[in-house]
Each structure stands twice: as structure tokens, then as C-alpha cells.
């Protein structure tokens, strides 16, 4: 069983609430995996060119061309974003909406897989985590997870964070705020989240090395899809 990892922030490893958390997940399935990072890759979103309508394959020549078959080969996900005013960051979304190309001819690859959705933000991780579970959800893979914390605001380190009347540390300690280390945000001194994050993992390994069922997942999902769509109208 292989896991593929996806790490939707633009910043460094080092500096990243979504790569901590993504790494963090993986590390505690007991399964093969790779973790790839997004960070300085060019992905557009989709063009509605209709070029995978016949095969599936996206025609769109980028930095997801190479990953399609890691895409097709994963028997489960991992995938996080940050959230970026309120939802997912541009290049995770463009990465979850070129996965339009397996939507066509009753194309079953993702079907009935199994994913974790992680999301970091500011304030909080719950849209990005919300909106990948929705991504999840249009093509029948199952959620098993959902992992949510709270990353460092780059107006922590823009060095204008102490006198800006729009950015997090003015908004989290108002006016005259001092900022100082302890007080910038830190999924690893979070213990619930790294907890959270742990026991997704150990989840996921499970799930996948139990029979594994995919047909069945995917009938679970088209179910649960139904239900979405009909929430929602
Ligand atoms: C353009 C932009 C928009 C953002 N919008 C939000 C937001 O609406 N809500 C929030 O909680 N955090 C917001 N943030 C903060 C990021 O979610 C936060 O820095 C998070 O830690 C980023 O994830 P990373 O640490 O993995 O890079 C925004 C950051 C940027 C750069």
C-alpha cells in the first residue's frame, strides 16, 4: 500500500504548519510513502480545454504532468493546504481541480480510495481541511481524517507586525502588541494537533491494511456524495 503526500504550502519545509502536519501523518501509517511538496512548482488551474474527456489524461503541459501517475499509483492520500482567506491556496486548488481529468467515461481511478485532509491557517485550519474532504468527495475517495492547527502568519516576521492594523498579531493582541517568540503559532507545540495528526495516521494504516475494500468504499461515498449535493440545493 503506497500513500502519496502532498504539502500545498509555498514556504519552506522548515517554516511550514502544513508540511509538519502532512510529514507528521505519513510518518504514523506504517506504510510506504512519498511526501512531495508544492513549493516552488508551476501548476495551472484547469483550463476546461475537455483534452481528457476520451483518456483521462490532462493535456495541460506543467508540473502536474509528472505527478498524474504518482496520483494514479497512490492507494490513499495525505493532502493539506493552508488557508488562504478562508479556503484552500491557489496551487493546492489548482492541484485538486486538474483532478477533473479523471472524472470522465465512468474513469474509476481514484475511486474508493482513502484520504487525510489537513489544514493550517492563521487563525485556523478548518476551511483548507473542509474544502480537500469536498475534493475527496467528488471523486469517492473516503475521508478518514480531517487534522487542523494553527500556523505562523507571515505578518509574525514581516517586520511590520507590531504597528500593522490588519495583520494576525494586531488582530490576535490588539493594539501596541510586542511580538516575541513564544507567542508566534507552532503546530509542534500544539499537543493536541500533533496528536491528532499521529493518530490520523495510525488510522489510515489500519484502513488500508485491513482487506481494504475499494468497491465497497466507493459505494459508501457515492451515497455520501448524493447526500452533499442534495444538502446543498
Ligand atoms: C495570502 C494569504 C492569505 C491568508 N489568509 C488567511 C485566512 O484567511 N485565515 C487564516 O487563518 N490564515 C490566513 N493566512 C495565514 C496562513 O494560513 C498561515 O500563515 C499558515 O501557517 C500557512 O501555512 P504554512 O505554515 O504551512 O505555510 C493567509 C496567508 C497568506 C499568505
Known amino acids: 500500500m503506497k500513500i502519496l503526500g502532498i504539502a500545498g504550502s509555498t514556504r519552506k519545509e522548515k517554516q511550514s504548519g502544513v ?10 501509517t506504517g506504510c510506504e510513502y512519498e511526501l512531495i511538496s508544492l513549493k516552488g512548482k508551476k501548476i495551472s488551474g484547469c483550463i476546461a480545454c475537455l483534452g481528457c474527456v476520451k483518456d483521462n489524461i490532462c493535456k495541460v503541459e506543467d508540473d502536474l504532468t509528472e505527478l498524474r501517475v504518482k496520483v494514479v499509483e497512490a492507494d490513499a492520500y495525505v493532502i493539506g493546504a493552508p488557508n488562504y482567506y478562508s479556503t ?33 491557517g492563521g487563525t485556523s485550519g478548518q476551511f483548507p481541511a473542509d474544502e480537500i ?36 498579531p494586531h488582530m490576535l493582541y490588539g493594539e501596541g502588541v510586542k511580538i516575541t517568540e513564544e507567542m508566534i503559532p507552532n503546530v509542534n507545540e500544539q499537543p493536541e494537533v500533533m496528536k491528532a495528526a499521529v493518530d490520523s495516521g495510525k488510522l489510515l494504516g489500519q484502513r488500508l491494511g485491513k482487506e481494504h475494500d475499494r468497491i465497497q468504499v466507493t459505494q459508501k461515498m457515492q451515497q455520501k456524495f448524493m447526500e452533499m449535493l442534495e444538502g446543498s440545493a
Open 88 to 120: 484552500l491556496n491557489a496551487i493546492t486548488h489548482a492541484f485538486l481541480e486538474r483532478w477533473f481529468q479523471f472524472r470522465h467515461q465512468e474513469g474509476d481511478t481514484l475511486w474508493g480510495k482513502l484520504g487525510v485532509a489537513v489544514g493550517v
Open 19 to 28: 508540511y509538519t502536519l502532512v510529514q507528521t501523518v505519513l510518518e504514523n
Open 133 to 168: 474532504e469536498k475534493f475527496f468527495a467528488y471523486n469517492f475517495i473516503e475521508t478518514v481524517a480531517k487534522v487542523t492547527g494553527q500556523g505562523a502568519a507571515s505578518c509574525f516576521s514581516c517586520g511590520y507586525g507590531e504597528t500593522c492594523k490588519v495583520g494576525v
